[in-house]
């Protein structure tokens, strides 16, 4: 089906543990884009990529790492997870071709860090 | 940083009044500022977008205005139903470059319209 699909769409895991959160889009998008959505914080931006192989860091990038090797998709990793890294995560895209952009979400994957 | 807010966390209507939601900026206006809507355990959706030069922007029951002197935009939902119940979220954005699509967004207002 055409969109924006994340997974996994629930998970849990351990202090120290690398997680890969995935993420994939199917309008050949440019713009690839990752929140995090936590109470008290809204939405922030973490990492965005501009086009394959072109990413660049957000407000809150520490402890992530991002790739985009395809178009389609774009890869959120915790090399090492910590607690503060519980959140709802949010992968967008955008693909306007005039100087603003609308994006579009995922329907988010929740990480809960024990 | 560029900061925005939304003053309300939470508002309360009753079904058939108009909604008013609240979206406050700092520093330098944005090149535009976008509306979201999210329901629980979802992603946003995108639904109007104003930009700096424009004053207000309408679409079937929605309305948003953007004042660069009150450095403030509005949302209203007109004749509001039980299911546009949801948060709403404002978003500032720059224009072009590598700013495209790096939006700052408020923390949100829960809209609960009642029957």
């Known amino acids: 089906d055409a969109g924006i699909t994340q997974s996994p769409r629930y998970k849990i895991t351990e202090t120290g543990r690398q997680v890969t959160l995935m993420c994939h889009q199917t309008w050949s998008h440019s713009y690839m884009f990752w929140y995090r959505q936590d109470l008290g914080h809204g939405l922030r931006l973490i990492y965005y990529?501009?086009?394959?192989?072109?990413?660049d860091k957000g407000e809150v990038p520490d402890g992530y790492v991002v790739s985009r090797s395809k178009t389609e998709n774009f890869p959120l990793t915790l090399e090492s997870a910590t607690r503060s890294q519980t959140s709802v995560y949010f992968c967008?895209?955008?693909?306007?071709?005039?100087?603003?952009?609308?994006?579009?979400f995922g329907e988010g994957s929740r990480l809960t860090v024990l | 940083s560029q900061k925005i807010e939304q003053n309300s966390e939470a508002l309360n209507i009753q079904e058939g009044k108009t909604a008013t939601l609240t979206c406050n900026y700092t520093?330098?206006?944005?090149?535009?500022l976008q509306w979201y809507r999210q329901d629980p355990g979802r992603g946003p959706v995108f639904l109007l977008l104003?930009?700096?030069?424009?004053k207000e922007k309408r679409k079937e029951r929605l309305k948003v205005t953007f004042d660069t002197t009150l450095k403030q935009s509005l949302f209203h939902i007109t004749a509001s139903q039980p299911a546009d119940s949801a948060t709403y979220l404002c978003?500032?954005?720059?224009?072009?470059?590598?700013?495209?699509?790096?939006?700052?967004f408020g923390q949100g207002t829960i809209l609960t319209v009642h029957p």
């Open positions: 520093n330098y206006s944005p090149a535009y």
């Open positions: 967008a895209s955008s693909g306007t071709s005039g100087n603003t952009g609308e994006l579009f």
């Open positions: 990529s501009a086009a394959a192989d072109i990413t």
């Open positions: 978003a500032r954005g720059s224009a072009g470059g590598t700013s495209y699509g790096k939006l700052t």
């Open positions: 104003i930009r700096e030069n424009e």
